[in-house]
């Protein structure tokens, strides 16, 4: 069975927004957080933003905060990344992940499960 699922990609303008969506399991969505990671070409993996799964706290990498959103939808078990001002900086494969642990929501060592990633690309 799929843990995670992440879709919503594409190529878009500097400046234009993009909404990613990743679908969990049900037994995932209510058990564990989600998150958003990123890897940009030539670069590690690096985190964007978490949602903790069950008090609706969030947390963003200084990168994200104020440009980008990450939100549950308890009905459709989903957790979205809202981004907006994208940034040809930006371009990236985008994998959500469920799991992590407060305090280290960062570290994908703490993630059980991975999407397969969906593209992101920002044109100048």
């Known amino acids: 069975q799929v843990q995670v699922a992440d879709s919503g990609g594409g190529l878009v303008q500097a400046g234009g927004s993009l909404r990613l969506s990743c679908a969990a399991s049900?037994?995932?969505?209510?058990?564990?957080?989600i998150a958003w990671f990123r890897r940009i070409p030539g670069k590690e993996r690096e985190f964007v933003a978490a949602s903790h799964w069950n008090d609706g706290s969030t947390y963003y990498a200084d990168s994200a905060k104020g440009r980008f959103t990450i939100s549950r939808d308890n009905g459709k078990k989903t957790v979205d990344l809202q981004m907006t001002n994208l940034q040809p900086g930006d371009t990236a494969v985008y994998f959500c992940?469920?799991?992590?642990?407060?305090?280290?929501?960062?570290?994908?060592?703490?993630?059980?499960?991975w999407g397969q990633g969906t593209q992101v690309t920002v044109s100048s």
């Open positions: 049900e037994a995932t969505f209510n058990n564990r957080g």
């Open positions: 992940a469920a799991g992590g642990a407060p305090g280290y929501w960062v570290e994908p060592k703490y993630y059980d499960y």
